[in-house]
């Protein structure tokens, strides 16, 4: 590509927001692709030394206007240059895409995928402490939202935590009882370790 691509949001957030500005090093790396248009599906992540993704990382970085860490993970195409990618089935669309990003560095980064045995991966994600896995139709083609053609499997963790402080809300969240709250876990030999943790719930 011989332009700086938009980047378009998706989900939650409105549509047709630019984010081109926001993630320059990744929009550059983007722009460099083998093609003269193409639409991908991806997601900016934080990532730990040891490969664990955060999201975390990702809050931190737009608070500080610094994205310059994050890699964006790509895991569809649906557009190729004058290719409706995504009227084929996911397989095959996964494969296109991992030609067009054979040999990419950071922050691009191609995320494969794992065919069969669900529960089993399931399994050993959760021993990563990951957030889950998404399982997804590989014999069909893409369409907006879910529409029963993926899944979303998280993983479930329990813990108990000490309360040792908290904010009160602000600005246009006065319906908020708790705006943040800084946490501590136990483990170890009774060690309390710090946690921060945001979270928001309604008065009563």
């Given at each position: 590509?011989?332009?700086?691509p938009?980047?378009?949001s ?31 599906d ?10 664990i993704t955060?999201?975390?990382m ?16 790509i ?5 190729l240059?004058?290719?409706?990618v ?10 296109r ?6 040999g990419v560095a ?5 995320s ?40 979303k499997v998280?993983c ?9 402080g ?7 969240r ?5 705006a ?25």
């Amino acid at each position: 590509m011989s332009a700086a691509p938009l980047c378009l949001s998706a989900g939650r957030y409105p549509p047709h927001r630019i984010w081109t500005a926001k993630y320059p090093a990744i929009a550059a790396a983007v722009s460099s692709l083998d093609a003269k248009q193409a639409y991908l599906d991806g997601e900016p992540c934080g990532v730990f030394p040891g490969g664990i993704t955060s999201f975390s990382m990702i809050q931190a970085a737009c608070m500080l206007g610094n994205a310059a860490g994050l890699v964006f993970f790509i895991f569809d195409l649906l557009h190729l240059d004058d290719d409706d990618v995504g009227a084929r089935p996911l397989i095959e669309r996964k494969a296109r895409l991992a030609a067009l990003l054979s040999g990419v560095a950071p922050p691009l980064h191609y995320s494969d995928h794992h065919r069969g045995g669900g529960p089993a991966f399931h399994e050993e994600a959760c021993k990563l402490e990951l957030e889950g896995v998404v399982s997804k139709r590989a014999d069909a083609a893409y369409a907006p939202g879910n529409r029963g053609l993926w899944l979303k499997v998280k993983c479930l963790y329990r813990e108990e935590f000490v309360v040792v402080g908290w904010t009160d809300p602000e600005g246009r969240r006065p319906w908020l009882g708790v705006a943040a709250r800084l946490l501590r876990s136990r483990r170890k030999a009774g060690l309390c370790r710090p946690r921060g943790y945001r979270h928001q719930h309604r008065r009563a």
